[in-house]
T-cell receptor, first 120, second 110 residues
Framework: GAVVSQHPSRVICKSGTSVKIECRSL??????MFWYRQFPKQSLMLMAT?????????EQGVEKDKFLINHASLTLSTLTVTSAHPEDSSFYICSARVGSGGAGGIDTQYFGPGTRLTVL | DAKTTQPPSMDCAEGRAANLPCNHSTISGNEYVYWYRQIHSQGPQYIIH???NNETNEMASLIITEDRKSSTLILPHATLRDTAVYYCIAASGSARQLTFGSGTQLTVLP
């Protein structure tokens, strides 16, 4: 089945620093990847949609200059949290969409294991 | 995407079938029913999806009512490792995003 990896799985950083999270589709090509954020005891909230070779589309309320997304290839998308603050501490999860004909069927999304970000 | 309604929590005895209901009374004709689950501190895991017909795979079965207004995810022989939050999502086949509700916390008891 479709496998999505994320790196790092856990990161602790000081306030004001930037953190980069990588999302890779390991056994398929993903023209579209998604970035979600999940706070404790809450559900996943979509932050942005990342399309290979074009600018990301951000959800309302998500600062595009703070959460930089780059989708440089069909297997890699990165999320950079710039000038991180304690309120950015969260569980960040990416997903990749397998289009028609993929292993999961019609445009099924497969999720990475998540990255736990703690900003001190 | 159509709104889905799920019970907040359910318990199931280990080895028994777990039946998780989902209501999606406003689902449109081109929307699929997707099921994902999220084990604590992990990313969501795809389980199954369906449009009209019942579906079965190695993980679960999906039963969709004839009017498509509700569905049930069945884990035939629940194990302790099936303890997770289960999300039912209605979305079109070419959905650009999935909207996660609060899901059902399934606890499998020994």
């Amino acid at each position: 089945g479709a496998v999505v990896s994320q790196h790092p799985s856990r990161v602790i950083c000081k306030s004001g620093t930037s953190v980069k999270i990588e999302c890779r589709s390991l056994d398929f090509q993903a023209t579209t990847m998604f970035w979600y954020r999940q706070f404790p005891k809450q559900s996943l909230m979509l932050m942005a949609t990342s399309n290979e070779g074009s600018k990301a589309t951000y959800e309302q309320g998500v600062e595009k200059d703070k959460f930089l997304i780059n989708h440089a290839s069909l297997t890699l998308s990165t999320l950079t949290v710039t000038s991180a603050h304690p309120e950015d501490s969260s569980f960040y999860i990416c997903s990749a969409r397998v289009g028609s004909g993929g292993a999961g069927g019609i445009d099924t999304q497969y999720f990475g294991p998540g990255t736990r970000l703690t900003v001190l | 995407d159509a709104k889905t309604t799920q019970p907040p929590s359910m318990d199931c005895a280990e080895g028994r079938a777990a039946n998780l209901p989902c209501n999606h009374s406003t689902i449109s004709g081109n929307e699929y029913v997707y099921w994902y689950r999220q084990i604590h501190s992990q990313g969501p895991q795809y389980i199954i999806h369906g449009l009209k017909n019942n579906e079965t795979n190695e993980m679960a079965s999906l039963i969709i009512t004839e009017d498509r207004k509700s569905s049930t995810l069945i884990l035939p022989h629940a194990t302790l490792r099936d303890t997770a939050v289960y999300y039912c999502i209605a979305a079109s086949g070419s959905a650009r995003q999935l909207t996660f509700g609060s899901g059902t916390q399934l606890t499998v008891l020994p």
